[in-house]
């Protein structure tokens, strides 16, 4: 019997992260550092107790929502890798809003902040949507140049434009924080904030979206044949256009949690934030389901958090979680690999099963 | 004027060696059929490697260090680029997401070993032996000419320079080059000529990660001097960016590669230089990407690269 694909997508990324962990055992070892004390230090900084708990979640948050972004223009064909950029422009406007309409009530603040956030994020991808639908450029190119454009503006934009001169704009009014005093006090005084809520609740969303709509299946048609799509009267076009909106739009979400939730400003960078390939590497473990992303943000979540407290408590390198990461990315990246394995796998079981069979239909007939 | 022309082309030079190295790495991966979008992390891997070779052998070596620490930095990106190679040749691996490994992983094990090596600082202490500046004799005592492009200039921008003419030759002009070229254009009908496929295409990612290590050695021993984690800030991207604006071709790479490394010169020296004085460095650090989404909006759409770019080669049984 042959191993169903469904089971199959589940156990493969299991095995890239088993791998993956592996791998970083094996460099620690490598350089004489103890993995058991690194990784035991690791899930002490990431669950040990409910303020890690609390920061696992909030870094978690963006990380899911960027996630969310990435796998929306990858069903539909697209590679999305200028999140990053997204992310950016979503935490830059997402607080630009929040720093002038600082006398608004709460209850207009919070939605009109993020709604800023999304609006910027799905702009800048949407560049990249228009240009690949109306003049065949490839998205790729176009989001990453994109990528170091967002980083350079928002500093400019920080230095030049919301401050004068400074290297961080002021902190955020208390009625635009998505921070909330109960779990705040909950958890220690983590970061935590109620981003939380809304990535799980787009987690849910883009689900239906993408499952139980027209919108959604429009999108998945037109990246599983755009021609065959075409053909059946759907365009191209515009399904391009609305695919890198609506990833651009949850990555400048994600950007939003930055600003609102976790740092309450935004300051001058120098590269881009870890936050963009970091999501887009939740993603790729997920296979792009949102309930496997929820899952695999938290589990990235987890190790980032995690891996600060690890020089401290274990004399190991951060570094060492980023490793990590990238090798699971390259064992899910080089699933023909793993599942060329497993079918062997199965074919050596089956093999065997049927001279077990053979062998006891003969002993019964002697 | 003669020396502020000579400050302005010096530095250009400076920014565009590693660029032009690095582009002229992508494009024998590119024409080979594939998309390496791991430039940046191989550049990263590039100068990490020279600069723990230059501080650990500078002395024993002297002045010929950063010369010997391009070919070290050769070595280690030519075996850091075999992962991308195996994941996208042997393992059909997606070319973006193989690439974006290099880029995750590069910085973090670099950063990492560097944080072992050096009593955990996440940073090299600076060289003793740099590219520095260079007069050229003769050609420096030209008039006019001679103090703006050979007085006090960058050598290794012309050893750049003179390196894509060679890639140019070897692509355009050898057996090799053609036979690289028909595996990024079709490489069904190069395998029933009897082409070896993947060795063309090991052989094209391979040559990208020498030229691209040998660009993260350059930008880490001419301009950052020591390495941490914002040595390379994009590089990386950029020259990817400048092979496409070059059209897939050495000389338009090399072209497009000087041109953007006089963009991020002008970025540094601009307030030297009357007429910029007043624009903001921002523009001039932008302006590489936007001329390029620019130059593939208007000029080169999508039918310009490899035909077979980005594929995954299957032998049919």
Redesign the interface.
Do not use: R
């Given at each position: 019997m042959s191993m169903k694909e469904k089971t199959k997508n589940i156990v493969l990324p299991l095995v890239s992260v088993f791998l993956g962990l592996l791998l970083g055992g094996i460099?620690m070892v490598a350089?004489k550092y103890d993995p058991i004390q690194g990784y035991l230090a690791l899930i002490k900084g990431s669950l040990g107790n409910t303020f890690y708990i609390g920061e696992t979640l909030r870094h978690a948050t963006p990380l899911i929502l960027v996630a969310l972004g990435f796998s929306v223009a990858r069903s539909a064909g697209f590679?999305n890798?200028g999140v990053a950029g997204q992310v950016i422009f979503g935490w830059l406007f997402s607080i630009i809003v929040a720093l002038q309409f600082a006398g608004l009530p709460k209850l207009f603040l919070v939605p009109l902040s993020l709604v800023a956030g999304i609006a910027a994020g799905a702009i800048w991808a949407g560049?990249a949507g228009v240009?690949r639908a109306y003049?065949?450029?490839?998205e790729?190119?176009?989001t990453?140049?994109?990528?170091?454009?967002a980083?350079?503006?928002s500093?400019?934009a920080i230095r030049?434009i919301l401050t004068e001169g400074d290297d961080a704009t002021p902190k955020i009014a208390k009625n635009a924080s998505l921070r909330w005093q109960t779990l705040t006090e909950a958890t220690n005084y983590s970061t935590i904030h109620m981003g939380l809520v809304i990535a799980i609740l787009m987690c849910v969303v883009i689900m239906i979206l993408m499952q139980k709509t027209t919108i959604g299946f429009e999108l998945r048609a037109v990246g599983l044949n755009p021609f065959a799509s075409e053909y059946a009267g759907m365009s191209a076009k515009k399904n391009i256009i609305l695919a890198m909106v609506i990833s651009g739009g949850l990555a400048g979400l994600g950007g939003a949690m930055e600003g609102l939730g976790n740092f309450q400003n935004i300051f001058i960078m120098?590269?881009v934030p870890s936050t963009g390939?970091d999501g887009?590497?939740v993603a790729?473990l997920a296979g792009g389901q949102p309930l496997g992303i929820l899952f695999s943000g938290l589990l990235f979540g987890a190790l980032k958090v995690g891996s600060v407290s690890m020089?401290m408590a274990s004399g190991v390198?951060t570094?060492?979680v980023?490793?990590v990461?990238?090798?699971i990315?390259?064992f899910?990246?080089?699933?023909?690999?793993l599942r060329y394995i497993m079918e062997r796998l199965e074919k050596h079981k089956a093999v065997s099963a049927t001279i077990v069979l053979s062998e006891t239909a003969r002993k019964e007939g002697e | 004027m003669v020396s502020i022309l000579s400050i302005i082309v010096s530095s250009a030079l400076i920014y565009s060696a590693p660029l032009v190295f690095t582009a002229l790495g992508g494009t024998f991966s590119e024409r080979s059929g594939t998309i390496n979008v791991g430039l940046e992390g191989t550049m990263v891997i590039g100068a990490f490697s020279s600069v723990v070779f230059n501080l650990t052998f500078g002395d024993k070596m002297g002045e010929i260090t950063p010369w010997i620490c391009l070919l070290v930095a050769a070595v280690i990106g030519a075996l850091f680029s075999l992962i991308h190679a195996v994941a996208t040749i042997n393992l059909r691996a997606n070319h973006i997401i193989s690439g974006t490994v290099l880029n995750m992983m590069a910085p973090a094990l670099a950063v990492f070993l560097t944080r072992t090596l050096y009593e955990e600082k996440g940073q090299t202490d600076f060289i003793k032996y740099s590219f520095g500046k260079t007069t050229i004799p003769l050609l420096s005592k030209l008039p006019v000419l001679g103090p703006i492009f050979f007085k006090d200039t960058s050598i290794v921008a012309y050893v750049a320079i003179l390196v894509s003419i060679f890639c140019w030759f070897v692509i355009y002009k050898t057996q090799f080059g053609l036979r690289l070229r028909s595996v990024g254009e079709n490489p069904q009908a190069a395998d029933t000529l009897g082409i070896n496929v993947s060795a063309m295409k090991y052989a094209g990612v391979l040559i990208s990660g020498v030229l691209g290590g040998i660009g993260g050695a350059v930008m880490a021993q001419s301009v950052s001097l020591n390495f941490s984690a914002t040595t390379i800030a994009g590089q990386g991207f950029i020259a990817m960016a400048a092979m496409i604006f070059g059209k897939w071709n050495p000389l338009g790479a090399m072209g497009a590669a000087l041109f953007f490394g006089f963009a991020q010169s002008l970025s540094v020296i601009g307030s030297y230089v009357p007429g910029i004085k007043n624009i903001d460095p921002v523009w001039l650090q932008v302006a590489p990407y936007f001329l390029t989404i620019l130059v593939l909006m208007l000029f080169i759409g999508k039918a310009q690269g490899p035909a077979a770019n980005g594929k995954t080669y299957i032998k049919s049984k």
């Open positions: 460099v350089f590679f890798i560049i240009l003049f065949g450029t490839s790729v190119i176009v990453i140049m994109l990528n170091y454009s980083l350079y503006l500093n400019y030049q120098s590269s390939f887009m590497a790729l020089p390198p570094e060492v980023d490793i990461i990238a090798s990315i390259f899910v990246g080089a699933g023909y690999l | -």
